[in-house]
């Protein structure tokens, strides 16, 4: 192994949210860079997976974007949580850590007397 892991599908919109919970307004450049940092190398954007899903995001109102100025003073468009993305990522997180602890259970069955 030792490559890049895809990005297992759901778990990319949570991962946006999440690092615009914890960074604040991020440009798509910067939010993919961050996950990636995030993830110590292991996962690599594909940019063609990341813009689509901004773009859900934006539709479905848990972030909002406006453009600006990048710093290497480029127009860029930058991305930050809604009210309602606030709550989603409340929500998600809950999902996802349920899903978490019941994966164990799957991957390590116990044997039955």
Do not use: C
């Not at 100025?69 to 709550?87: D, I, P, T």
């Amino acid at each position: 192994m030792g490559g890049k892991t895809d990005i297992w599908q759901g778990t990319l919109a949570l991962m946006v949210l999440k690092t615009l919970e914890s960074m604040g307004s991020l440009h798509g450049y910067g939010i993919a860079r961050r996950i990636e940092q995030t993830s110590r190398g292991l996962l690599s954007l594909n940019y063609g997976t990341l813009y689509p899903a901004l773009l859900k995001l934006e539709q479905e109102g848990t972030i909002v974007s406006e453009w600006g100025v990048s710093e290497n003073n480029r127009r860029a468009k930058f991305y930050k949580l809604s009210r309602a993305g606030k709550k989603q990522v409340e929500r998600e997180t809950q999902d996802w850590e349920q899903t978490n602890a019941i994966l164990p259970r799957f991957l390590a069955p116990r044997q039955e007397a």
